[in-house]
């Protein structure tokens, strides 16, 4: 498997064209922030395109780098929760939603202090882009990042999210398995092409 800039910005122009169709379509206030979750992949994706074509130009490549680890390390541990509580109406679940949204801010906040205090190199490393950032912990921080982003798509009540979270996991694992030194770039790649299964979920409940 390889990726590159072209796949990057495939993915971004899917995601884009097919996430403002069905925001479009949206009616329900709940459904907002999660239509607009291919959106803000094609954004990241877009973003990771560019990083390709600049690699290797200093300040340049290294401020891209950290537009994309911005929606990585800041945006979806918040986020994320964040989609599912606003769509979710079962209020034990929404108790539980809001704990891992807590968890995701915390988690979010080390993460930039992480980005603002460490250095980061990037580099291609089988035909995937590595961003090397050294963080203490780092694999239980990976874990417990799972734990909220996955975590908040299988407390979901409606079974396509749980399946949608399932689906994520398993992506997550094939990138960890196989991409470890490029995890970051190569689950969010991953997690964007997935992302398009949202439009399945809510134009089905637009028009049902």
Known sequence: ?????????????????????????????????????????????????????????????????YGFLFFAFILWPVYIPLAVWIHERNPKRKCMLRSLLLFGSIGSFYLLVVLFTQSLDVEVIHNSISYRISAPFETAGIILYISVTVGALFMSSSRFIQWFGAATLLSASVAWFFYEEAFTSVWCFFAAALSLCITLYLYPSRNG
């Open 1 to 65: 498997m390889c990726f590159s800039a072209t796949a990057s910005f495939a993915a971004s122009a899917v995601l884009g064209a097919t996430g403002a169709a069905t925001l479009s379509q949206v009616k329900d206030k709940r459904e907002y922030f999660l239509a607009s979750v291919p959106i803000l992949f094609a954004v990241q994706q877009f973003i990771e395109g560019v990083v390709w074509l600049t690699l290797g130009q200093g300040l340049l490549t290294e401020s891209l780098a």
